[in-house]
């Protein structure tokens, strides 16, 4: 028999390893924030998502060229996803899919043209999700196709109380999108409740005198996963939220 030299590495080459942002990884998240960066190419507001932390939570990064991937690879994005992983966030690319009337095959080729467009993109989000079980087969062969050729991260976005049985075809679902005012008066059905660490909420119209009463809310309402922003429509995510960290 062999002997086998044990290689043993330093705790100082270790630790850094475990920690360092490019490594993130290694280190899941409880919790998330799920930001749409629909910035257009507007460095200005990347940069405050790209300088953004919040203690205990993940960052997840929507980008959306053009409802979607865009007509080829663009140089400001391929910059934008090397930084947000160099700061440990997550992007993931923007595909719409009509509440599931969308053609899979035109949903697939969105997805293929982020990967080959930008190759360290981590995911999807699924926007435009129907919450029906009319379409839970649409959703399990798009989940289906986006882990077993890409291994991403799927989200989807029904924006509202879902049938159950969707929770079972992606990583996270977005159970609520809409201004705080719609937000006090919503509930999580009880049949969804029980996968709160999978639950997100995207709450627009945010005033800063309430954002303890609105923590309190989310908590309340066993959501712990959103993103929340003082801005307003007609477009509440084309800027990076102001109110996220107020207060810390």
Same mark, same amino acid.
């Given at each position: 028999? +062999? ?13 850094? =390893?475990?920690?360092?942002?490019? %490594?993130?990884?290694?280190? @899941? ?23 953004? %932390? +919040? ?18 690879? *663009? ?5 934008? !996803?090397?930084?947000? *992983?160099?700061?440990? +966030?997550?992007? #993931? ?14 949903? +697939?080729?969105? !997805? ?33 196709? !986006? ?9 989807? %976005? ?21 201004? =705080? ?12 409740? !029980?996968?709160?660490? @999978? ?8 005033? #800063? ?18 993103? *929340? ?14 109110? *996220?960290?107020?207060?810390?």
């Amino acid at each position: 028999m +062999k002997t086998i030299k044990k290689n043993i590495i330093p705790l100082f080459i270790i630790i850094p =390893l475990l920690f360092s942002s490019a %490594n993130s990884i290694l280190i @899941k998240p409880k919790n998330i924030i799920l930001v749409p960066a629909y910035y257009g190419e507007s460095g200005s507001e990347f940069n405050k998502l790209i300088n953004f %932390n +919040k203690r205990g939570y993940g960052t997840f990064a929507i980008l959306n060229v053009d409802d979607g991937p865009g007509n080829g690879k *663009l140089d400001f994005y391929t910059t934008i !996803i090397r930084r947000l *992983l160099l700061k440990g +966030k997550k992007p #993931l690319g923007y595909v719409y899919t009509s509440y599931g009337k969308r053609n899979l095959n035109e949903v +697939k080729s969105d !997805i293929d043209n982020w990967f080959s467009y930008y190759k360290n993109i981590k995911g999807m989000f699924l926007d435009e999700t129907q919450d029906t079980d009319e379409f839970v087969n649409y959703y399990k062969e798009l989940y289906t196709y !986006i882990k077993s050729k890409y291994k991403g991260t799927v989200i989807i %976005n029904p924006g509202t109380n879902f049938d159950p049985a969707l929770i079972n075809y992606c990583d996270y679902a977005v159970v609520f999108e809409g201004n =705080l005012n719609e937000f006090r008066t919503f509930e999580v059905y009880d049949s969804l409740k !029980i996968y709160s660490n @999978k639950l997100v909420a995207l709450i627009y119209g945010v005033n #800063l005198r309430e954002i303890n009463d609105l923590e309190t809310l989310l908590k309340n309402k066993n959501i712990v996963n959103y993103y *929340l922003t003082c801005d307003n429509l007609p477009n509440p995510w084309d800027t990076f939220s102001t109110c *996220l960290n107020y207060g810390e």
